[in-house]
């Protein structure tokens, strides 16, 4: 566990902050003394939360699907905190449901947010977090391994996810340290 003076000043990225977990996450590092970055698409809720919080929270209007909003909010983190020690991959989208043809659309906008989208935000920060000795943290899902009726939709960007994550965290993780939390489906907000 991170004690407040390893905490202090420490800069967490936190994708999808606006709601549920990831703004329960950001508010819990900004309690713990991390400063938070806030990432999502919904940049009024964020700048909300970021003033709410303080400790120089900074919020960053960034779609994870468009590279070149992470490019520039990568750039961001580092002018404006000093670079990302922490990076919570928490974005995503739940299709709960049938695994049907007509949901196509959907499972492609899922494999583009939850997991090439984790991929993308790992990918422009991972200098930082390499120079930090930074740590790793990706959301996936216990429906991954564990089907359930409610979320066949979710299994399969979940488990290649879950697979991923398993393997950067292993070889392409930063020196600190990398892990996958798998939440069971609940309301989160
Ligand atoms: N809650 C559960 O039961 C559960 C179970 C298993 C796994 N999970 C996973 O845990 C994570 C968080 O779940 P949650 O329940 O807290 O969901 P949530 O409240 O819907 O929050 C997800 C956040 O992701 C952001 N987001 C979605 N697409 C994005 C994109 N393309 N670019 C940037 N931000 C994006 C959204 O903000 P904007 O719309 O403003 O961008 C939203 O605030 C998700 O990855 C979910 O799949 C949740």
Request: net charge negative; proline share 6%.
């Amino acid at each position: 566990m991170t004690t407040p003076d390893e905490a202090a000043g420490r800069v967490a990225v936190i994708t999808g902050a606006p709601s549920g977990i990831g703004e329960a996450t950001a508010r819990a590092l900004a309690v713990a003394g991390f400063r938070p970055a806030l990432l999502a698409r919904r940049g009024d809720r964020i700048q909300a939360l970021a003033d709410e919080l303080g400790n120089g929270a900074i919020a960053i209007q960034a779609d994870v699907t468009d590279y070149d909003s992470l490019t520039a909010a990568a750039g961001r983190v580092k002018a404006e905190l000093g670079g990302a020690d922490v990076l919570i991959n928490n974005a995503g989208i739940m299709l709960l449901g049938p695994f049907t043809s007509a949901s196509h659309a959907d499972h492609r906008r899922m494999i583009e947010a939850n997991l090439l989208g984790a991929m993308n935000v790992t990918e422009v920060l991972l200098d930082q977090l390499r120079d930090g000795g930074g740590d790793l943290v990706n959301l996936s899902s216990v429906a991954a391994a564990r089907p359930g009726p409610a979320t066949p939709s979710t299994q399969p960007p979940n488990g290649a996810s879950t697979a991923g994550q398993n393997r950067c965290a292993r070889n392409c993780s930063p020196t600190s340290g990398s892990s996958s939390s798998s939440p069971a489906p609940s309301r989160s907000n």
